[in-house]
């Protein structure tokens, strides 16, 4: 039986305390939106609902229009994480491989670009895609998400480049791989883990992103599972018991997600920091 020491266990204490108060507004959650309207004013946030009533599911599938506002936030993710994904790939591997004072230069435009708050270009970004027809326009929100995430994804995706041996790519162009097919054939599947791991990353911040669809989608058709999400909680009347049953609902599909591709994101994580 392996043995810890003392500060690893109380390391572990620590950690195991830290991980239940984060949990806690979930439990929360998770038990009223179970709970009928009166157990939400007469018991207490932690006790286990009487009766089970689903139908405050039922009523927060509808109110959210789910199948609706689904599609429209997996289409705006889905595409979206594709083109970063393909895009901070090919650029990582010719910064990296490039080696002269442009690619460098390129890398260090990225990097800034990371260190921009993302709320702070907003109104310069309504007015440039109200320009260019941005407005109610998903392909055109999807192009602003490709934008603004890139630079992150190409710090990522370089720090794993650097750590691919060279000599696999000699011996393709030995083998006579120009460029292109070299990267398309053999280091665009060696950067799954990476991929993997930015794709968890990246789809749980356009998910849940509720300022950029909230400012460019405003037609009732277009709207994403967060902006239908605020509908079900109002300033004067909130029916709490289906607003987190909406929450539930909303995270379930980006949750699934994580826990198919966790062992990915770990390894893909510690890879990329190991250089």
């Not at 009166?38 to 089970?52: A, M, N, R, V």
């Amino acid at each position: 039986m392996k043995k810890y020491g003392k500060g690893t266990l109380v390391l572990q204490v620590i950690g195991t305390i830290i991980a239940l108060v984060y949990l806690l507004p979930f439990l929360v959650v998770f038990l009223y939106a179970f709970k009928s309207p009166e157990e939400l004013i007469s018991s207490s946030p932690f006790s286990l609902p009487k009766k089970l009533e689903w139908d405050n599911f039922s009523q927060a599938f509808e109110a959210l229009n789910f199948w609706q506002s689904f599609g429209n936030t997996f289409l705006l993710t889905a595409s979206a994480v594709l083109l970063l994904i393909l895009l901070s790939g090919m650029a990582a591997y010719s910064i990296v491989r490039g080696g002269s004072k442009f690619f460098n230069g390129s890398y260090m435009f990225f990097i800034a670009g990371i260190l921009i708050p993302y709320q702070v270009i907003f109104v310069p970004m309504f007015v440039l895609g109200s320009s260019l027809g941005f407005i109610n326009n998903l392909f055109g929100v999807i192009f602003l998400y490709v934008g603004t995430s890139l630079p992150f994804a190409i710090f990522v995706m370089a720090g794993f480049v650097k750590t691919i041996p060279k000599e696999i790519e000699e011996a393709a162009f030995i083998d006579g791989c120009s460029i292109m097919r070299t990267f398309w054939v053999i280091i665009l599947p060696m950067l799954k883990p990476v991929a993997a791991a930015l794709t968890i990353i990246l789809s749980l911040q356009i998910w849940n992103d509720y300022l950029l669809p909230q400012l460019f989608l405003t037609d009732n058709n277009m709207k994403t599972l967060t902006v239908m999400q605020s509908t079900l909680f109002s300033a004067f009347e909130t029916n709490f018991n289906v607003g987190f049953a909406g929450i539930i609902l909303s995270s379930l599909p980006i949750l699934i997600l994580f826990l198919l591709m966790q062992k990915h994101f770990v390894k893909g994580i510690t890879m990329g920091a190991g250089k």
